[in-house]
């Protein structure tokens, strides 16, 4: 039988830009979900290319402070742990080496929130091209980021794009851009950097997680082996979204552990 998930890795709260819950609520909610670990991982995206007034620019002394007040408040009743979700572009690479060491992060997620300057959350990502183009120049975008070599723990929801195209995933498949996939998977494998398997593709109706099933069962194949759990919840009812399902999902892609993280380290705990 498997174990519950007990361990949210990826969070946002007030202190990101596109959430307005004030992080106490998301930690009482968490405690309330039965949860053991949870991770906040504010958005700090440097050089967003805004459409809107959203403002992805982390205050991160400000968020620090916060979350050693919550971690001392709540200690006895969840343990607390401190992250970031960078929003990678090849020429923030030396700023976010930077920042990673200015602060002592316990868990960093990089995603591509922009490919090539535009964010694929806006109908402009995929205007003048087709479907496919626009998801193959997103992946592509990954590999120009993993060049740099990231001082990342995991990549963040892989497959983000298929949230936001015209069909969703209604015509993707792994196998239709296995080369550049397997090209993504094999380097970060390489250079020591897990993924995630975000159940925010299923909060957004695509009935599959980011990445989806056959992205995580060839990361597994290929040697894969550290894979952390997150919601992405940016609202308190959406924290441990789906977790119920994710234990035999992940069995049924070769996994026997989940991942968390704590001062940077990963630690293991069996499905």
């Known amino acids: 039988m498997s174990k519950k998930i007990k361990a949210d890795f990826h969070l946002h709260s007030d202190f990101s830009g596109d959430s307005t819950t004030p992080m106490e609520d998301m930690v009482q909610q968490g405690i309330k979900n039965g949860l ?7 958005h700090m995206d440097r050089d967003y290319p805004q459409e809107d007034d959203t403002d992805f620019n982390l205050d991160t002394d400000r968020y620090f402070a916060r979350y050693q007040q919550l971690h001392k408040q709540y200690a006895s009743r969840i343990d607390l742990r401190f992250g970031v979700e ?9 700023f976010h080496r ?8 316990d868990f960093i997620i990089g995603s591509s929130h922009v490919a090539h300057g535009k964010d694929p959350y806006y109908p402009s990502f995929y205007q003048g091209r087709t479907e496919d ?3 193959l120049d997103y992946f592509l975008s990954i590999l120009e980021n993993l060049r740099t ?5 995991v990549y963040g929801h892989i497959d983000y794009v298929v949230r936001y195209g015209p069909n969703k995933n209604k015509f993707y498949s792994y196998r239709k851009f296995s080369d550049v996939l397997d090209q993504i998977l094999t380097t970060l494998i390489d250079q020591g950097i897990g993924i995630e398997c975000n159940t925010g593709g299923i909060k957004y109706g695509l009935g599959h997680p980011n990445p989806c099933e056959e992205i995580l069962t060839r990361y597994c194949e290929l040697g894969g082996e550290i894979i952390t759990i997150g919601s992405d919840a940016h609202a308190p009812e959406h924290i441990n ?12 892609c070769g996994f026997s552990y989940y991942t968390i993280f704590k001062n940077r380290k990963p630690e293991f705990i069996r499905l």
Do not use: R
């Not at 929003?87 to 923030?92: D, F």
């Not at 930077?98 to 992060?105: E, I, L, R, S, V």
């Not at 070599?149 to 723990?153: A, G, N, W």
């Not at 979204?241 to 994710?246: K, L």
């Open 98 to 105: 930077k920042y990673a060491g200015t602060y002592p992060f």
């Open 149 to 153: 070599e990231p001082d990342i723990d």
């Open 86 to 94: 960078l929003g990678l572009q090849p020429h923030l690479a030396d």
């Open 241 to 252: 979204y789906a977790f119920d399902q994710i234990p035999e999902l992940l069995k049924s």
């Open 133 to 135: 183009e626009a998801y």
């Open 36 to 42: 053991d670990f949870m991770c906040m991982t504010e």
